[in-house]
């Protein structure tokens, strides 16, 4: 529920910030005609995830075990590629989002209202469509659908609160180092949906080595145990884990926890003073 709860923040958050820049940017250059176009590119990219979501939830209910356990699979690499994307991404353009939004609602007026529509529906829409992957991703890896629904829907009212809080002057937040902490986080819960999605492929068939166990602490870290509920929750953690659900989250976990460190904390050269100028003689 943690885990889900931070994944509907952080991209709550980024969906409430891009819309409540593009709204104000409107109303700052007197284009308040626009609004009914933008929020209806908004109604429709929500709409567009809440289906997406319902898709992933009921559609592969009528297929066989193995279909099952192949697309859950196959999906939640998917969604671990599209998260580490994000992380790197939102961590990159922090900075000057906002200047990038206006200039693309910029061309977006010129074209018309429907472009405005348009482009308010890709920008939301592509945040609602990595939520659903994400947490549908989470939610089959902790097998339960209640919890991590819970905790996105917290996640995304609290995001527009503080989006909310931002827009009128009342709170300050500092972006760069609100999606670099979360980031951070994020990575970890990434390395935990891709072990289960190996896990799953494992499952149907797809990948080898189901039954050869890296280690197996379920006598020490019960899975119906609060402890071993909340590492599942968070991280995603299997007490009995395989050599290849070991490999992959290894291999992804180390080189892009370093990557993402040394590009997010890593030491900016300071810029090269200038030379002083010699005093000027009369």
């Given at each position: 529920m943690v885990a889900n709860f931070l994944i509907g923040l952080r991209e709550g958050l980024e969906a409430a910030l891009v819309v409540s820049i593009l709204v104000a940017y409107l109303v700052k250059t007197g284009r308040r005609d626009?609004?009914?176009a933008l929020w209806a590119g908004v109604g429709v990219a929500?709409?567009?995830?809440?289906?997406?979501?319902a898709l992933l939830t009921f559609g592969p209910?009528?297929?066989?075990?193995?279909?099952?356990e192949a697309i859950g699979g196959s999906l939640s690499i998917v969604a671990v590629g599209l998260i580490t994307w994000m992380i790197f991404w939102m961590a990159k353009t922090a900075r000057h989002l906002k200047a990038d939004l206006q200039h693309k609602l910029d061309d977006a007026i010129a074209a018309g209202r429907k472009a405005v529509a348009v482009m308010a529906l890709l920008a939301v829409g592509r945040e609602g469509l990595e939520t659903a992957l994400f947490l549908w991703a989470g939610?089959?890896?902790?097998?339960?659908?209640?919890?991590?629904?819970i905790g996105a829907a917290l996640g995304i009212a609290t995001?527009?609160?503080?989006?909310?809080?931002?827009?009128?002057?009342?709170?300050r937040l500092n972006l760069r180092v609100f999606f670099a902490w979360t980031g951070l986080f994020l990575v970890f819960v990434a390395a935990g949906v891709l072990s289960y999605g190996v896990h799953d492929l494992q499952e149907a068939g797809i990948l080898p080595g189901l039954n050869n166990l890296a280690f197996d602490v379920s006598s020490t870290i019960p899975p119906?145990?609060?402890?071993?509920?909340?590492l599942k929750g968070i991280f995603n953690f299997t007490p009995a884990t395989t050599?290849?659900?070991l490999v992959a989250y290894v291999a992804y976990l180390v080189p892009v926890l370093l990557i993402f460190v040394r590009t997010t904390w890593g030491r900016h050269t300071p810029a090269p003073?200038?030379?002083?100028?010699a005093p000027a003689t009369v």
């Open positions: 626009l609004l009914p929500i709409a567009l995830s809440l289906a997406f979501g209910q009528g297929l066989s075990f193995e279909a099952q939610a089959k890896a902790t097998s339960s659908t209640t919890k991590p629904l995001a527009v609160v503080l989006a909310w809080l931002m827009y009128r002057g009342a709170v119906s145990s609060w402890y071993g509920t909340l050599w290849l659900q003073a200038a030379p002083a100028q």
